[in-house]
Every structure is written in C-alpha cells, then in structure tokens.
C-alpha cells in the first residue's frame, strides 16, 4: 500500500535528477537524443524506468538511482 510510507508529486523526480545530477547532465542527455541514436539507445531505458515511477505515488529517491548511469552515459555522449 502506497499511501502506508507517503505519496509525492510527480515533480519529486525532477527535482531530485537536477539536484544529484546537476542540470547540465540532465539537459546534455536530454538533448544527446536529438543528435545521436545511440545516445538515445542509453537513454531509453531511464525514460522506461522514470516513466513506471512516475505512475506510482509513492516516491523515494533510491528508486532513481538505476537511471543516472543512462543519464550520465547519454550526457557524455552529447558532449
């Protein structure tokens, strides 16, 4: 049951890819697609995983931690 440890807006991920990622990781790999498939490729799978987290209420930040690595991977790809 979700609402047994505390539900949070959607925003909660949001804020915390910017604050352990910084926010020019996070619009490098967001835009890494625009320019590199392959980036794209290592990005579809924290798109995947944000996306199922995003549909449940409950929130904590360990659940992100499986997508920094595309992110990180997808920002220096941009780069």
């Known amino acids: 049951d979700d609402q047994l440890y ?3 807006p959607a925003s909660y991920y ?3 890819l ?4 910084t926010p020019f ?13 392959f ?6 799978p ?3 995983w ?6 449940r209420p409950h929130k904590e930040e360990r659940f992100t ?10 920002a220096a790809i941009s780069i």
């Open 6 to 8: 505390g539900v949070e």
């Open 14 to 16: 949001a804020k915390n």
């Open 18 to 21: 910017v604050l352990n990622l």
């Open 25 to 37: 990781v996070v619009v490098a790999a967001l835009v890494a697609p625009l320019t590199n498939l």
């Open 39 to 44: 980036a794209a490729r290592q990005l579809a």
């Open 46 to 48: 924290a798109i995947v």
């Open 50 to 55: 944000l996306a199922t987290l995003l549909a």
């Open 65 to 74: 931690y499986p997508a920094y690595a595309s992110f990180i991977v997808a």
